[in-house]
């Protein structure tokens, strides 16, 4: 559980890249970065999904039925293919 709350790291990164958005604006910078900004939000919100979706499954330990059933956690891995 303790590896699993250690991802949560990647709310720095939203903070450096929300930062980065920010200068951006500021600046008033060229509308090159819409769409590479966009694909870094919508895959950062996927990897909080995928975060949070693994800490309520293992929070009730390994036997539970959500942890034996195993299509919901495949279908999300696979979103990220």
């Given at each position: 559980m303790g590896g699993i709350g250690l991802q949560l790291f990647i709310l720095g990164f939203i903070g450096l890249v929300v930062c980065f958005h920010a200068k951006i604006l500021a600046v008033g910078g060229s509308k090159v970065w819409k769409h590479p900004l966009f694909a870094i939000y919508v895959s950062l919100l996927l990897i909080?999904?995928?975060?949070?979706?693994?800490?309520?499954?293992?929070?009730?330990?390994?036997?539970?039925?959500?942890?034996?059933?195993?299509?919901?956690?495949?279908?999300l891995k696979a979103a990220y293919v």
């Open positions: 909080i999904f995928r975060i949070i979706y693994r800490l309520i499954k293992f929070s009730g330990g390994v036997y539970l039925s959500l942890p034996m059933h195993g299509v919901p956690f495949h279908c």
